[in-house]
């Protein structure tokens, strides 16, 4: 395959002469002119958070079979014998896979740091591409989420996005160039009674990260936020168990108080009923990947019904630029629109 012709956006102008050639470096091959042609994403290294299951198994195995040497990271690897690791091995040995499992909890700054400095070294450097994706899901009415539940998931949806955006944009910054996605849900739009916490958490990544998108563009380093909708992942199973964790100290009379709420929270609170496609995400990613340097979008809805976070998305990006579109900061939000 020939290597995609590239073509200079504001966003890789802003940062000059040596991000034009990182952005250049580092653009995937496809076939020219091709919409339809599968990328091939040799020599493009990916990081990506939350591997066990879900999104994040599917997009790391989904851009090691496009040729990208991945990083996939979970936590409590227990040394590869976790059993989710180990079926990712058996997978990589019986396809030749480029995809290492290294061991990463978000919530925890000294594995973080370790993880990040494996997956630099496996990538030779700068890693090119970082997926934020590892998350929890917890159900129930604001009042009843505790400080221990709370901090619990702002660590993880949050913060931990953060802590992995830190620790890979120093060599992305040098380098000219880089991208990170960020997955968030169209509840980092829309609002969900019984999901206000996961909402918060999410609006916090839709925040961060669209603010950091204007930031890092005089460096040539791109922000994508994926934004799916309801899927059939663990990660409605895993949030029932923070949810019984939950509910074991919530005290008699708030239970009382909500009931009715929670049993609507129970009977919505479930992945089993999606009949949707999970690998939508890693295709979405892929795509976006795959584009000219300079010219990924900053959001993407992901979902056969993105109605109403399309009209959130449409609202604010024309809010926001009324705000930054006269001001100091317009040739950033040029870049990043653009």
């Known amino acids: 395959m020939s290597r995609r012709p590239f073509s200079p956006s504001r966003r890789a102008l802003l940062g000059g002469a040596s991000a034009l050639a990182a952005a250049a470096i580092i653009a995937p091959k496809a076939a020219a002119q091709d919409a339809?042609?599968?990328?091939?994403?040799?020599g493009v290294s990916v990081l990506i958070t939350g591997c066990s299951s879900g999104f994040g198994?599917?997009?790391?195995?989904?851009?090691?079979r496009?040729?990208?040497t991945v990083i996939a990271s979970m936590r409590n690897l227990d040394g590869g014998a976790r059993p989710e690791a180990q079926e990712l091995a058996q997978i990589v040995s019986q396809e030749n896979l480029k995809l290492t499992v290294v061991e990463i909890d978000v919530v925890d700054d000294a594995t973080v740091a370790s993880g990040v400095a494996k997956a630099e070294e496996i990538a030779g450097g700068?890693?090119?591409v970082l997926v934020n994706n590892a998350g929890i899901a917890i159900a129930g009415p604001v009042e009843i989420n505790d400080m221990e539940a709370t901090r619990l998931i702002f660590e993880t949806n949050l913060y931990g996005y953060l802590r992995m955006a830190r620790a890979v944009l120093p060599k992305m910054r040098a380098r000219g160039a880089g991208q990170i996605f960020n997955v968030s849900s169209q509840l980092g739009r829309l609002l969900v009674p019984t999901l206000g916490m996961y909402c918060a958490t999410k609006f916090g990544v839709e925040a961060m990260f669209e603010t950091m998108a204007y930031e890092l563009a005089p460096f040539g380093v791109e922000v994508t936020i994926i934004q799916p909708g309801g899927y059939p992942t663990k990660i409605w199973d895993s949030g029932a168990r923070y949810v019984a964790d939950l509910m074991s100290r919530v005290d008699e009379e708030r239970q009382t108080a909500y009931a009715e709420h929670f049993e609507i929270m129970q009977a919505r609170f479930s992945g089993a009923d999606y009949t949707t496609d999970p690998n939508d995400v890693p295709r979405a990613i892929a795509e976006i990947i795959a584009m000219p340097a300079g010219k990924r979008p900053l959001r993407r809805a992901v979902h056969p019904n993105t109605r109403g976070t399309d009209a959130a998305n449409a609202a604010m990006a024309q809010i926001q630029a009324g705000v930054l579109g006269g001001g100091a900061f317009s040739e950033w939000h040029t870049a990043v629109t653009d």
């Open 66 to 68: 496009l040729g990208a």
């Open 36 to 42: 339809d042609a599968v990328p091939d994403f040799t």
């Open 126 to 128: 700068a890693i090119d």
């Open 57 to 64: 198994r599917l997009t790391a195995l989904h851009l090691a």
